[in-house]
């Protein structure tokens, strides 16, 4: 099971950017803080703290709901919202998982946000419905619907040197 580097040209690019391009509405979570939010709002993008909602202290499925309802992609270290039975991939506004930084560490919360920004935060369409983890690793594992089939799919990427690469799973 190699990693394959994606290779694009100009005009996929052009075609793929006039399809999706749409910045992305953040919604965070407690679990990242408000601080985060506030770094977001800084570099110009549109996040909320879940407590601008009034939602602090709330239960998962109000927090879930409200970025439907709001269409905000969600931003969290909880892994919980993974769960498709309690959340379900129909009503999913697009959840982001961010494992690095969790343990504490500023420095790797800060790359994975970078991550977040640059390769999701403009694209808005193409991850609504998406489940995503940003793992220690930096891996990027998204879970969501496959735009021809409509069926679920996870496919994993990876940045390296400033290439992207994907995970192709062996016949």
Same mark, same amino acid.
């Given at each position: 099971?190699?990693?394959?580097? #994606? $290779?694009?040209?100009?005009?996929?690019?052009?075609?793929?950017?006039?399809?999706?391009?749409?910045?992305?509405?953040?919604?965070?979570?407690?679990?990242?803080?408000? $601080?985060?939010?506030?770094?977001?709002?800084?570099?110009?993008? /549109?996040?909320?703290?879940?407590?601008?909602? /009034?939602?602090?202290?709330?239960?998962? @499925?109000?927090?879930?709901?409200?970025?439907?309802?709001?269409?905000?992609?969600?931003?969290?270290?909880?892994?919980?919202?993974?769960?498709?039975?309690?959340?379900?991939?129909?009503?999913?506004?697009?959840?982001?998982?961010?494992?690095?930084?969790?343990?504490?560490?500023?420095?790797?919360?800060?790359?994975?946000?970078?991550?977040?920004?640059?390769?999701?935060?403009?694209?808005?369409?193409?991850?609504?419905?998406? @489940? #995503?983890?940003?793992?220690?690793?930096?891996?990027?594992?998204?879970?969501?619907?496959?735009?021809?089939?409509?069926?679920?799919?996870?496919?994993?990427?990876?940045?390296?040197?400033?290439?992207?690469?994907?995970?192709?799973?062996?016949?």
């Amino acid at each position: 099971m190699p990693w394959e580097q #994606i $290779e694009i040209d100009e005009k996929g690019l052009r075609e793929f950017n006039s399809r999706y391009k749409k910045k992305c509405k953040f919604l965070v979570d407690e679990s990242l803080g408000e $601080e985060v939010a506030r770094l977001l709002k800084e570099k110009g993008w /549109n996040a909320k703290y879940i407590g601008e909602f /009034n939602l602090a202290g709330q239960n998962d @499925k109000k927090i879930f709901q409200t970025a439907y309802k709001k269409d905000r992609i969600l931003l969290t270290h909880d892994e919980d919202f993974l769960n498709d039975s309690v959340f379900s991939p129909n009503i999913n506004p697009g959840v982001i998982i961010i494992k690095p930084g969790a343990n504490g560490k500023d420095k790797e919360l800060l790359n994975a946000l970078w991550i977040v920004l640059n390769i999701i935060g403009c694209y808005r369409e193409i991850y609504r419905g998406s @489940k #995503i983890i940003i793992s220690e690793d930096f891996t990027i594992t998204i879970k969501g619907r496959n735009c021809n089939s409509g069926a679920m799919e996870k496919t994993k990427y990876k940045l390296l040197n400033g290439n992207t690469f994907i995970w192709k799973e062996k016949n």
